[in-house]
C-alpha cells in the first residue's frame, strides 16, 4: 500500500534508519531520499486499498512523549502508534523537515496551538462563504468595485468577460474529458482547409462578374494634336481588335499614337482602324493574339433595374469597376468631341453605376458578364476646375446592339455608314414632335411624300419628343431598314433609310 499523501493507519513494513544525505554532496548528483522525512503529498498517487482509506488518521504524539530525534529509528511495525488528541509535537526534532515538506495535517484548527487543539477538538468550519477562514498572519482583502461606464463599456467588459468563462470552462471540460479517458490530448488552432472558401461568392456576384471581365479591359494613352488624354476600351476579338468611343481617340485620328494597356499590365501599340463620330464609336487593334474577348450580350433585352457594371479606367485608374441598375433606356443623349465640333447622338441606356471621365469607352456589363453597352457620357451639374465633372448617377452607355454593328462594319471596311431619311429637322422648335426644317430633294423621305413643316411625332409607334430624340431613334436602325413615321396631322409614312 502507498504511503504516498495520505497517513497510514498501519506504519507498514519495517524499515532500516538511513542517515541524512550529508550536504557537501555534489548538486549535480540526485538527492537521496530521506526516509525520516515525512513524505511529500503526490496528488497523482491514487489509494488502492478502500479499506486503508477509510482507517488511516494522523499520527498524534502522547503529551509528554520524547520527541524523535533527528537520525533516531523509525518505528517499527507492531510499535504502538500515538493516538488522535496526543499533544502535537512542536517544531524541531525528528519532524523538522517533514515539516516543511509535508501538508498541513488535515483538520487540525491552525488558529490554535497544539495544547489548545487538543483541549478543545476544534477544526475549522466553513464560513458563510463556504470556504475555510485564512491561514494565521493572512488578512483577507476585498476586491475595489469596477469603474463606472457608459453602456459601450459594460457591453465591452461584459462581452470580455463572458469570452474568458467560455474559454475557462472549455479548457476545464478539455482536462476533465483527459482525465476520465486516460489518455494524452493536444489541441491546435483552428485552421482553414481550403482557404479560398472562407469567402464563397454566387456565380452572379459583382465580384464574380468582375472577375470574369477585367481580362477584357484595358486602357487607352492618346496624344497628337498637341492635346494628350486617356480612356478605356474592351477587346472584341482574339486578334487584338479593340471597341471605344470616338471622343476618345480624336486627338490621334492625324497622325496621333494610342498606347493599350492590357489588364496585366502589358503595353502595346495601338492602330486606328476606323471611327465613327455620329455614333461615338471607333476601332483599335494591337499586334496580339490569344486575346481574350468580352461576350456579347442583347440590349435589346434590357429592362429598368438590371443590374449592371460599369468598367474602366475613371481619371486614369485602371481596372476600377462600379456597380448600379439600369436606370432607364432610349434616352436621347449629344455628345461632342474635343473641340472638333463632331456631334454624336446617342439612343442610350441610362444607369446610376458611376461613371466619370476616362470611363469612356469601357464596358457596361450585366449580371452575367455580357457586354450591354458602351459607357460614353456623364451628365453633371457643376464642372471642376479643369472643366471635367463627376458623377452624379447619371452615366449614359451606347446599346451594344448598335455598337456591334458599327464595330463590324469598321473591322470589315474600315468605315462604317450612318442611316439617314434625307431631312434637315429644326432644332429650335418648341412643339411636341421634331418639326421638318427641309427635305433633301431625290432622298429617302421626298420620295416617301415627307414635305418642310411636318412634323414627325411617332417612330415606328415610339413617340418623338424632340429634334434629338428623333435622330437618335433613327439612328437605333442600319441602311436599308424601313421605318414609319408618324405625323402631328395622324398620316403615317413608310420611308426605307439611306446612309451617308
Given at each position: 500500500m502507498s504511503h504516498d499523501g495520505v497517513p497510514p493507519g498501519d506504519p507498514g513494513a519495517p524499515q532500516e534508519a538511513v542517515e541524512p544525505t550529508p550536504a557537501s554532496e555534489s548538486a549535480d548528483a540526485s538527492p537521496t531520499p530521506d526516509p525520516t522525512a515525512w513524505p511529500a503529498p503526490d496528488q497523482s498517487t491514487q489509494v488502492l486499498d478502500p479499506d486503508a482509506q477509510q482507517t488511516a488518521a494522523y499520527p498524534y504524539p502522547q503529551q509528554g512523549d520524547a520527541y524523535p530525534q533527528q537520525g533516531d529509528a523509525y518505528p517499527q511495525q507492531g510499535d504502538a502508534y500515538p493516538q488522535q488528541g496526543d499533544a502535537y509535537p512542536q517544531q524541531g526534532g525528528y519532524y523538522a523537515?517533514?515539516?516543511?515538506?509535508?501538508?498541513?495535517?488535515q483538520g487540525y484548527d491552525y488558529g490554535q496551538s497544539s495544547e489548545q487543539a487538543h483541549a478543545t477538538g476544534q477544526w475549522p468550519t466553513p464560513g458563510a462563504d463556504g470556504y475555510l477562514p485564512p491561514p494565521p498572519g493572512v488578512t483577507p482583502t476585498t476586491a475595489q468595485p469596477a469603474p463606472k461606464s457608459g453602456g459601450v463599456g459594460k457591453f465591452i467588459a461584459i462581452a470580455a468577460l463572458t469570452g474568458l468563462l467560455a474559454g475557462v470552462g472549455g479548457g476545464a471540460l478539455g482536462y476533465q474529458l483527459a482525465q476520465d479517458s486516460g489518455t494524452t490530448t493536444s489541441v491546435t488552432a483552428n485552421s482553414p482547409s481550403n482557404p479560398e472558401a472562407l469567402s464563397p461568392r454566387a456565380d452572379g456576384s459583382i465580384a464574380t462578374i468582375a472577375e470574369k471581365v477585367l481580362p477584357s479591359v484595358v486602357s487607352l494613352e492618346v496624344s497628337g494634336s498637341g492635346q494628350a488624354g486617356s480612356g478605356s476600351g474592351f477587346i472584341v476579338s482574339q486578334d487584338g481588335y479593340i471597341?471605344?468611343?470616338?471622343?476618345?481617340?480624336?486627338?490621334?485620328?492625324?497622325?496621333?499614337?494610342?498606347?493599350?494597356?492590357?489588364?496585366?499590365?502589358?503595353?502595346?501599340?495601338?492602330?486606328?482602324?476606323?471611327r465613327n463620330a455620329d455614333y461615338d464609336l471607333a476601332v483599335v487593334k494591337i499586334d496580339k493574339t490569344g486575346l481574350t474577348p468580352l461576350a456579347v450580350g442583347d440590349s435589346a433585352s434590357v429592362k429598368v433595374g438590371d443590374q449592371v457594371i460599369a468598367i474602366g479606367s475613371p481619371l486614369g485608374l485602371e481596372g476600377t469597376v462600379t456597380s448600379g441598375i439600369v436606370s432607364s433606356l432610349d434616352r436621347p443623349v449629344t455628345a461632342g468631341g474635343s473641340g472638333s465640333g463632331e456631334t454624336s447622338f446617342i439612343n442610350a441606356i441610362q444607369t446610376d453605376a458611376p461613371i466619370n471621365p476616362g470611363n469612356s469607352g469601357g464596358p457596361?456589363?450585366?449580371?452575367?458578364?455580357?457586354v450591354i453597352g458602351v459607357n460614353s457620357a456623364i451628365a453633371s451639374l457643376n464642372t471642376g476646375a479643369d472643366g471635367q465633372a463627376g458623377s452624379i448617377g447619371l452615366g449614359f452607355a451606347i446599346p451594344i446592339n448598335t455598337a456591334n454593328r458599327i464595330s463590324q462594319?469598321?473591322?470589315?471596311?474600315?468605315?462604317?455608314?450612318?442611316?439617314?431619311?434625307?431631312?434637315?429637322?429644326?432644332?429650335?422648335?418648341?412643339?411636341?414632335?421634331?418639326?421638318?426644317?427641309?427635305?433633301?430633294a431625290g432622298g429617302p423621305a421626298a420620295g416617301a411624300g415627307l414635305k418642310a413643316d411636318d412634323v414627325i411625332v411617332a417612330v415606328n409607334g415610339e413617340r418623338v419628343d424632340d429634334a434629338v430624340s428623333l435622330i437618335?431613334?433613327?439612328?437605333?436602325?442600319?441602311?436599308?431598314?424601313?421605318?414609319t413615321l408618324t405625323l402631328e396631322s395622324g398620316q403615317e409614312i413608310t420611308v426605307t433609310l439611306g446612309k451617308r
Open positions: 523537515q517533514a515539516q516543511q515538506t509535508a501538508a498541513y495535517p471597341l471605344t468611343n470616338n471622343h476618345v481617340i480624336e486627338a490621334a485620328a492625324d497622325s496621333g499614337s494610342i498606347d493599350v494597356v492590357l489588364q496585366d499590365g502589358t503595353r502595346a501599340t495601338g492602330e486606328l482602324i476606323g457596361l456589363v450585366n449580371a452575367e458578364g455580357q462594319e469598321i473591322i470589315q471596311t474600315g468605315t462604317s455608314a450612318t442611316p439617314i431619311i434625307g431631312a434637315e429637322i429644326d432644332f429650335g422648335y418648341s412643339g411636341q414632335g421634331a418639326r421638318v426644317q427641309a427635305v433633301t437618335t431613334d433613327i439612328r437605333k436602325f442600319a441602311p436599308g431598314d424601313k421605318i
